[in-house]
């Protein structure tokens, strides 16, 4: 009989078996949560701010005002009827000018740019020779994807051209 009379009294038993959080207080939730969302925005802080974040140009605001500039000299470079050609071999670079600017003193400014590493930024100067082609040592050239800005004058006409290459 005292067996039957423990079993009913475990029926009749109020407590509710555990639901996650719902034993807990409506306002710990709410601090729970304000403490999640706290924590979680200071990660966001900290990740953010242990980015590094490098500048295309440190010099920017010269560079944009200079940018007028540089279009005129892109179209001139787009009308010539053959456009600056370049060929990586290597650790070299070959650029070959438009037969237009053949036989005269051509020089140019190369800058090689890698927008995922600005260590590996540097430039380069060049002269054409009889071949109206301009070979360049680049052994600085290392494992990545380079943009080329190429700034090239031939006589006192002043010429811009860009371009990509990938280095394996």
């Known amino acids: 009989m005292q067996n039957e009379m423990k079993h009913e009294s475990n029926n009749t038993d109020t407590k509710a078996p555990f639901r996650g959080l719902g034993v807990i207080n409506w306002g710990w939730r709410i601090v729970i949560f304000y403490g999640s969302f706290v924590a979680f925005m200071m990660f966001l802080v900290w990740k953010t701010t242990s980015v590094n974040v490098d500048l295309v140009a440190t010099d920017y605001y010269a560079k944009e005002l200079e940018y007028q500039k540089q279009l005129e000299k892109q179209t001139r470079a787009n009308k010539l009827n053959e456009q600056l050609s370049w060929e990586v071999n290597n650790k070299t670079v070959a650029l070959k000018f438009p037969k237009e600017v053949a036989g005269k003193n051509v020089s140019a400014n190369v800058l090689f740019y890698c927008p995922s590493d600005k260590t590996k930024d540097f430039s380069l100067v060049c002269e054409a020779d009889a071949n109206n082609e301009c070979v360049m040592n680049a052994e600085k050239l290392k494992h990545g994807a380079y943009q080329?800005?190429?700034?090239?004058?031939?006589?006192?006409?002043?010429?811009?051209?860009?371009g990509f290459i990938n280095i394996n």
């Open 148 to 162: 080329m800005q190429i700034n090239w004058n031939a006589e006192e006409t002043s010429y811009y051209t860009e």
